[in-house]
């Protein structure tokens, strides 16, 4: 998928998300504001509450989106006969959408009342949620081919050296310059004796100094009477050099700390679909069958 393509692609997603949930919130605002023991006299209660006619179908098509993305995503990781099909970042990104528009549908299916065996499912679907935006996170520190496949540190240490190979080349970079991109990219303590939450703090607080701190850099190269639009190819490759750094050191460390998150996100997807099935199995047998 062309790069271009690419942005409209999320655009899309995420517009598709915010407007869905803006409108259904507009829509039924009325209703969900009004205290539990007056809506039955509410004029949408025959349609809004969770057995109506759009109550249930955001239930519905809730389930199914969170269903099928997982199914779907699963599938291309695991199927080798899809292992050609796109790249699994495009996937998983498709992934996300239904997986958090989802339980959106199914927030407004219980219409915010949630209780009972159907509550277990909601935390759990909420844990999978949460957990799945920090797996997210642990997911991109990894760093893969076009296609999906991890790459190794040997991968990533050829990739940084014709960085700095170009660095040196087409922009007169010398060995102080690389360390003083390079010190940005590693923490004072060494990465092996960093824990969890060390590691986690260090990226994000990273990610966010990272632009004012290489701006004193830049400051220098912009006296030394580079052009401006040099100066933006250097910035480009200086940030994919600080990431190549960091992923390089991090790289062991973000596979054992994937893994650990697979261990907890598993289990709390099992139970919320357990509970799902039982909850549409009861609602099936008491009549509930919605359009069908």
């Not at 409209?8 to 023991?37: D, M, R």
């Not at 490759?237 to 190549?244: D, H, K, Q, T, V």
């Amino acid at each position: 998928m062309a790069r271009d393509v690419h942005k409209v692609y999320v655009f899309f997603l995420i517009a598709a998300g915010l407007l869905s949930t803006i409108v259904l919130g507009i829509h039924g605002a009325g209703y969900y504001s009004t205290p539990l023991e007056d809506r039955p006299f509410h004029p949408q209660y025959t349609s809004l509450k969770p057995t109506g006619l759009l109550g249930q179908g955001y239930g519905i098509v809730g389930s199914l989106m969170i269903t099928v993305g997982v199914i779907m995503y699963s599938s291309r990781k695991r199927w080798r006969a899809m292992a050609n099909l796109g790249r699994i970042k495009n996937w998983l990104e498709f992934h996300i959408f239904l997986c958090l528009l989802g339980p959106i549908l199914v927030v407004y299916h219980t219409t915010f009342k949630i209780g009972g065996l159907v509550a277990v499912s909601f935390w759990s679907m909420a844990a999978v949620v949460l957990s799945g935006v920090i797996g997210r996170y642990f997911y991109v520190q990894i760093p893969k081919g076009i296609h999906g496949n991890e790459l190794s540190s040997q991968d990533l240490v050829t990739e940084n050296e014709k960085l700095a190979e170009t660095l040196r080349r087409q922009f007169g970079f010398d060995e102080d310059l690389l360390k003083r991109i390079d010190s940005e990219a590693l923490p004072a303590k060494p990465v092996a004796e960093m824990g969890l939450m060390e590691v986690i703090s260090f990226f994000i607080v990273n990610d966010l100094m990272r632009r004012s701190r290489l701006h004193a850099l830049f400051a220098d190269l912009e006296r030394r009477g580079l052009q401006a639009q040099l100066l933006s190819r250097i910035r480009v490759m200086a940030s994919r050099r600080i990431m190549l750094t960091r992923r390089i050191a991090f790289l062991q460390q973000f596979k054992k700390i994937f893994h650990y998150w697979h261990v907890v996100h598993l289990p709390f997807s099992i139970v919320m679909f357990v509970i799902l099935s039982i909850h549409v199995g009861v609602a099936i047998a008491f009549g509930y069958t919605w359009i069908f």
